[in-house]
Structures are given as structure tokens and as C-alpha cells.
């Protein structure tokens, strides 16, 4: 009688490996889901951060008295220009006036046909260094142009003299003149020029004109001023001004104030930042019977903490030199939504009646004994970096922790993936020898069938 096996040797499903292989797969697919979760959650996380950091990165730019402080300026900026240190200056109202521009010593040389190929001859060039020695540079036959010239004076940066070869515009046969300046202004920047000797030109070379260096004359509430430059810093402390045009017997005022605008535009975006943090809560917060919370910080304590802590900087007392003050005495509130809500107009008010009290209430007070309040500034960095430090911050330990989880959630994934892999490939060793030894005994099974009739025979 012969043996059966079924449709292959073994008689069992030809995916038998693949079948076994994805039921091992299960579990790693619902890992991955998890992960999935917990990655969504991770990256809200991150949003966070990074909306907390962008309040944060206010209070480093504006957190103190000084950074906080704008100035602005009111002047003539057609006889001025002026750069203020916030730092150093103080509000003040002055009368200016510019008597002279600084000038430098300058010469033009005698004209010449053409700046290129005219030959004002061989021979040197002298200068007396301001240590009394002189020093001399040679022209040779290969450099004996106008703008050769130029570039040889040009190339020692230490004489302190810029040559430029221009046409004077004059129409004149010789057009091209050599100018030279010294880059110095000021009485004590009056130079010498050097002297030039040359032979066998085709006309003589020499300095033609002449202009003196002198100060600049400014007077500063009827007093005259003389400085060796056209950018004066430090007349006024604090203040730089770079002198543009001169006109004697012509008085402007430059005043210096506080810029109130410009510090109501930095609390405006704080309040934006922080309404950032806050809104982002408010919309995880918002759930309804459609809401996963596994992929969602919903109902987490950490947001309902965060917060929490941004009330209580918003309202914590202030210290100032008129005594305890808030937040919401310079306009500054929450609605019922929870927002941050910034009257400008009530905080400008404010600010223009007394400046130094509003700066007090936002960046707090020195007091007489060398200490210091905490303003609300102060308050809300302190909310802001124990929220932003690592690794134990109120956000920073949430993603620590999410970041754990994935991390753990990888190695298991990992750990299995490689088992599985192991796996299956026992499974087709396994069944690969079952095959062979089935068939075999498929083959031997055939062998004993064919052998049944002689055996009969013999019977």
C-alpha cells in the first residue's frame, strides 16, 4: 500500500514560516502604535518648549532696567547725525551748533594730458615721517605715469596718505591732476607734503594747491568746542554725534527723552509670547468625546502647573519706591478666556506720568542697602527657567520622561525584531530538514511498494 503525504512532502501550508513569522510581528506592531502616541505627545511637548524659550528670550532682551530703557532723539539730522548709549545717557534737551567741519590737509598736483601715458619723468619721492626721518620712494621709467605714481604712494599704508588721480573736469589740455590727502583730520594732522623730484619729464611736476587741516568747531550751549574729527563722542555723555554740515550762526536744538513707545512694543510682545504659552494649554485643555487623549496633553498636570505659575507671576506684589505694586496697575490683566490682556493706552499713560515707577513694577528696584526687588520680569523668568531647566524643569521633565519612554520602546522593538529574525530563520532550517528527511521516507516508501509483487511471487 503506498504512503500519502499531501500536496508537498510535509504536508502543511507552504507559508507556514510567514504565518508564524507575523503572528510574532504582532506585538512589535502595537509597540510601534504605542510609540506612535507617545511621539505625538513628545512633539507637542517640544511645541511648548519652544513657546515657553520664545517668552523667554524676551525677558533676556528686556528684563533688566538698562536693556528695557529706549531712547529717542530730536535734532537737525541735516547738520547731525546722532547714536545714543542707552546705557550711559540721560534725558536732557541742548543747543548745538556747527561752526566748521573738520578738514585734512590735502594737495593737488599740475595738470597732465593723460593719466596713463603722460611721462612725468624719473627720479624720487621724499617724505618726512613724523619722527623727523625721511624716507623715499624711487620712480622708475616703468612707473613714471600719473596713475603709476599713485599706486606706488598708495601701497605703504604707513605713510598715512591716500593718492587719487582725477580729471578736473576744467576741459583744459591737461585735465588729469594727482590729489593728494592725508587721512587724518585736525590741527595736529597738519603734514608735510612730500617733496618730488623728477628729470627729463615732458613738463614739470609739482604740488600746484594746497589746504590746510584744521578742527571742527561746534558749540554746545554757547560754548565753542574744537575736535580733531567730524564724529565727536562724548561732548554730551552717552552721545556720539557725527557732524554733516557746518553752518555758522545757525543754532538747533537735540533733545534726548525717554522712548515710552518703544517699551510699551517690548511689553506688547511679552504679552504676546506669554498668551502663546497660554493658548497652547487652553487648546490642548479644549476636548471633547472625539478627543484621544493618548496622543494629546490633555488634562495633563504639568500644563494645569505651568499655568498656574504664570498666574502667579502675573500677580505676585511688586516692591517699588511707591510702595507694593502689580502687573494689572500698569495694565496688565486676564480675561475670562484666560488670556493675557495688555491695555496699552492705560500702561502708556502710565509710563509718561512716571516712567521710573512703571520701570520699577516690570524689572523691580535697587534698595539703599546694595539689594535688590524682583520686578515682574523677574518673577516670570524665575516661572520660565525652573519650567526650562534641565533636567528637572516642569516641561523639561516631561520630555525627559516621553523621550525615556520612546528610547525604551525602541530597544524593545529592537530586542524582538532581532529574535524574530532568529526566528524565522530556525523556523526554515527546521522545516527545510523536515522536508528532506519526509521525502526520504517518501522515497524509501515507494521503493518497499515496488518490491510487494516479487514477494507475493515467492509466496
Known amino acids: 500500500m503506498a504512503i500519502s503525504f499531501g500536496s508537498i512532502n510535509t504536508g502543511l501550508p ?23 502616541k507617545i511621539t505625538d505627545k513628545k512633539g507637542l511637548v517640544d511645541q511648548l518648549v519652544k513657546l515657553v524659550e520664545d517668552v523667554r528670550g524676551n525677558l533676556t532682551m528686556n528684563a533688566s532696567a538698562r536693556s528695557l530703557r529706549e531712547l529717542k532723539v530730536d535734532t537737525n539730522t541735516d547738520m547731525v547725525g546722532v547714536a545714543v548709549d542707552k546705557n550711559r545717557a540721560v534725558p536732557g534737551s541742548y543747543q548745538l551748533e556747527v561752526v566748521s567741519l573738520a578738514q585734512k590737509s590735502s594737495a593737488m598736483s599740475t595738470g597732465f594730458e593723460d593719466k596713463d601715458e603722460s611721462y612725468i619723468g624719473v627720479g624720487f619721492i621724499q617724505y618726512t615721517l613724523p619722527n623727523g626721518d625721511t624716507k623715499d620712494i624711487y620712480v622708475d621709467s616703468d612707473n613714471a605715469s600719473l596713475a603709476s605714481v599713485a599706486k606706488l604712494i598708495n601701497k605703504d599704508s604707513a605713510l598715512g596718505i591716500t593718492a587719487n588721480v582725477i580729471n578736473d573736469g576744467s576741459g583744459s589740455d591737461t585735465p588729469w591732476r594727482l590729489i593728494l ?51 565727536a563722542a562724548d561732548l554730551i555723555p552717552g552721545v556720539t554725534l557725527d557732524l554733516k554740515k557746518a553752518k555758522e550762526g545757525e543754532e538747533f536744538t537735540l533733545k534726548i527723552s525717554e522712548d515710552t513707545a518703544a517699551v510699551g512694543a517690548k511689553v ?38 505651568l499655568e498656574g505659575r504664570i498666574h502667579s507671576a502675573v500677580f505676585k506684589d511688586v516692591l517699588t519706591d511707591k510702595g507694593y505694586m502689580r502687573a494689572g496697575d500698569i495694565g496688565m490683566s486676564f480675561n475670562r478666556q484666560g488670556m493675557m490682556e495688555f491695555d496699552e493706552k492705560k500702561f502708556q499713560s502710565r509710563l509718561d506720568a512716571d516712567y521710573n515707577n512703571v520701570a520699577q513694577v516690570l524689572t523691580g528696584t535697587f534698595t539703599p542697602e546694595g539689594g535688590k526687588t524682583e520686578g515682574f520680569m523677574d518673577n516670570l523668568s524665575g516661572m520660565v527657567n525652573m519650567a526650562l531647566r534641565v533636567p528637572d524643569g516642569l516641561v523639561q521633565s516631561r520630555k525627559k520622561t516621553l523621550t525615556s519612554n520612546i528610547e525604551q520602546i525602541d530597544r524593545r522593538i529592537a530586542q524582538k525584531t532581532k529574535y524574530i529574525e532568529e526566528k524565522e530563520k530556525s523556523l526554515k532550517d527546521k522545516f527545510a530538514r523536515l522536508e528532506g528527511t519526509i521525502s526520504k521516507i517518501r522515497s524509501s516508501g515507494a521503493g518497499l511498494q515496488g518490491m510487494s509483487d516479487p514477494v507475493q511471487q515467492l509466496g
Request: glycine share 8%; net charge negative.
Open 14 to 36: 507552504k507559508d507556514i514560516v510567514k504565518q508564524i513569522i507575523s503572528a510574532e510581528q504582532i506585538p512589535i506592531q502595537n509597540m510601534e502604535k504605542q510609540k506612535g
Open 181 to 231: 590727502s592725508l587721512n587724518k583730520t585736525g590741527d595736529e594732522a597738519a603734514v608735510d607734503f612730500p617733496h618730488f623730484y623728477f628729470v627729463d619729464g615732458d613738463q614739470d611736476f609739482q604740488l600746484e594747491f594746497q589746504r590746510e587741516a584744521h578742527d571742527a568747531k561746534i558749540k554746545l550751549d554757547g560754548f565753542e568746542i574744537e575736535t580733531p574729527e567730524n564724529k
Open 268 to 305: 506688547t510682545d511679552l504679552v504676546a509670547k506669554i498668551n502663546g504659552v497660554l493658548g497652547f494649554i487652553k487648546q490642548q485643555n479644549t476636548m471633547d468625546e472625539k478627543t484621544d487623549t493618548s496622543r494629546t496633553l490633555g488634562g495633563d498636570i504639568m500644563l494645569q502647573s
